[in-house]
């Protein structure tokens, strides 16, 4: 029988939890150049603390988002406008699902 | 290994224009789109859009597989004729954009995995692996203690001779204490192996919690609703009450009334800012079955004769 206990354990960590990204390390996780972070600011897709760019400090929720906004540019070729738009719209739809829930237990 | 129906996953007629393939692909891709979709199934059918995609918009690739010939059904067993794409010539790098490594053996037995393989075979080119996602439903209680979890997962890995042979492998994973549904579990260098010197990518695992009998989850609070007998709710009471922690003794304070809440400061889901837990009031009655029970609901109405529990209907 084969022991869990002797499998790989990779250190794990909460990719949403992660505070104080400089825009280099956001730029490095999402494999993309600097202007791209930018210009996702400049849409308003993330709202770093700080002012300039080099004092911006990103969290792991804006790291996520991204991503999916990279691959929603990707993979369904909309502009950057059109996946800031999707993201808003996203998270209304998740915030809508959550009260649903929360009134269909009651 | 399975003939795919490119057309049928596509839901286009065999001779669709390519203008009608890529409206057809745009409009699916919105609606199947991992990012988008609530469909467990999404992620699966996605990538079968985006290599039923790589053929049919490649006019090349098309005709190829049009050769085929259209008396295959989806899901037969399919070997592919010898010299079957003798006189096309494919153009193209190699890259077909979006998780291309995941492309099917049927794919690949038509196209080659030159196409799948992103240029592994130059010895100076080097790129970071691609990241992996998955999915790990775990309990309310985990998210409150921590747990660890064994996750069997398959990747695709090049052997000596350059071949793609799909490997599967365990990983002990830790799932943090205070973790919520919807977060992200991020494991370092569990990804796709990296091309040439590349870093390996990174694996994602999506948290959502199994549904619980008692307890319900709002970002990082937790719900409880707890009935009460009349007395109870009226007199106060001590009551024990199950949080996914620990058992709590609540005071319930005298004149409660049903729907008030009482909230339990940092009981909720751990961390830095812990969430809280609410206990939720109900109020439970007692059936009035026998005669001295249906007694004392009478003599209770004679008692609380100025009761009226209607006047915010205005009757």
Known sequence: MENDKMLPQPSAI??????????????????????????????????????????????????????????????????????????????????????LLAMGRN | MEFKDYYQIMGVARDATQDE?????????????????????????????????????????????????????????FRPPPDWNAGFEFSGDGSQGADAGDFSDFFESLYGRGFTGGGRARPDFHARGEDHHAKVMIDLEDAYNGATRVITLRTPEVDAHGRVAMRSHKLNVTIPRGVRAGQHIRLAGQGAPGIGQGKAGDLYLEVGFNPHAHFRVEQRDVYLDLPLAPWEAALGATVTVPTPGAAVDLKIPPNSTAGGKLRLKGRGIPGTTPGDFYVVLQIALPAAESESERAFYAAMADQFKSFKPRTRLGA
């Open chain 1, 14 to 99: 909460i990719l949403e939890e992660q505070t104080g990204l400089t825009l280099t390390e956001v730029c490095q996780a999402c494999a993309v150049r600097v202007e791209y972070i930018v210009e996702l600011v400049d849409e308003g897709v993330l709202n770093p603390l700080g002012r300039e760019p080099h004092r911006w400090r990103f969290t792991g929720t804006h790291l996520r988002r991204a991503t999916v906004a990279l691959r929603l540019q990707r993979d369904l070729g909309v502009n950057l406008a059109g996946a800031a738009l999707a993201l808003q719209l996203l998270d209304e739809v998740e915030a809508l699902q959550a009260r």
């Open chain 2, 21 to 77: 393939i890529k409206r057809a692909y745009r409009q699916l891709a919105r609606k199947y789109h991992p990012d988008v979709s609530n469909d467990p199934a999404a992620e699966v059918r996605f990538k079968e859009l985006g290599e039923a995609n790589a053929v049919l918009k490649d006019l090349e690739k098309r005709a190829a597989y049009d050769q085929l010939g259209s008396n295959w059904k989806a899901g037969q067993d």
